[in-house]
Antibody, heavy 116, light 107 residues
Framework: EVQLVESGGGLVQPGASLKLSCVAS????????MSWVRQTPGKTMEWIGD????????NYAPSLKNRFTISRDNAKSTLYLQMSNVRSEDTATYYC?????????WGQGVMVTVSS | DIQMTQSPASLSASLEEIVTITCQAS??????LSWYQQKPGKSPQLLIY???SLADGVPSRFSGSRSGTQYSLKISRLQVEDIGIYYC?????????FGGGTKLELK
């Protein structure tokens, strides 16, 4: 059974940094592109970016490129999202997803709240 | 960025009714369109990919179609378990962009 389990969310202050993790199981992690998607409290969905199966290429939403970094550790079957200089508008549920063009599996999501 | 205009924003329908949700792309996106269902309190699930292909395990009452730059998701006979929010996603040109969502409720 494919599983994606995110962690690392919580309440953070504006300007802080945060790193989300997503542990994958049930499939060969190193065979797949992986992506991050977020959903605002108002239910708007936003694609954050993706990473090639070997980690050699990443692609980001331009509005987030300078603050967010996606990486992966195939030996640990883990996907990461490093968030820096977070803002109130980054408050959302963050999903780890399998795939690059369409997302056939999603994690349960992890909430990030940016507030002082 | 490619804009995906999804309509309606909300929809109330009866059991067994035919339901259609549409997404209008601001430019040609070919068949790089997928549909997702998000049930209350759950993560989104892939329904349709490649504009018309049914994802594994998705009931056959769901179907996708394309007419030019307009894409439609059809539920042939609405069931209780179909209640939730539906989103389209274009993956033709980065950044990938979602439609605004359609909240489907039972009448």
């Amino acid at each position: 059974e494919v599983q994606l389990v995110e962690s690392g969310g919580g309440l953070v202050q504006p300007g802080a940094s945060l790193k989300l993790s997503c542990v994958a199981s049930g499939f060969t992690f190193s065979d797949y592109w992986m992506s991050w998607v977020r959903q605002t409290p108002g239910k708007t969905m936003e694609w954050i970016g993706d990473i090639k199966y070997d980690g050699s290429y990443t692609n980001y939403a331009p509005s987030l490129k300078n603050r967010f970094t996606i990486s992966r550790d195939n030996a640990k079957s883990t996907l990461y999202l490093q968030m820096s200089n977070v803002r109130s508008e980054d408050t959302a549920t963050y999903y780890c997803t399998r795939g690059g063009y369409d997302f056939d599996y999603w994690g349960q999501g992890v909430m990030v709240t940016v507030s002082s | 960025d490619i804009q995906m205009t999804q309509s309606p924003a909300s929809l109330s329908a009866s059991l067994e009714e035919i339901v259609t949700i549409t997404c209008q792309a601001s430019q040609d996106i070919g068949n790089w369109l997928s549909w997702y269902q998000q049930k209350p309190g759950k993560s989104p699930q892939l329904l349709i990919y490649g504009a018309t292909s049914l994802a594994d395990g998705v009931p056959s009452r769901f179907s996708g179609s394309r007419s030019g730059t307009q894409y439609s998701l059809k539920i042939s006979r609405l069931q209780v378990e179909d209640i939730g929010i539906y989103y389209c996603l274009q993956a033709y040109s980065a950044p990938w962009t979602f439609g605004g969502g359609t909240k489907l409720e039972l009448k």
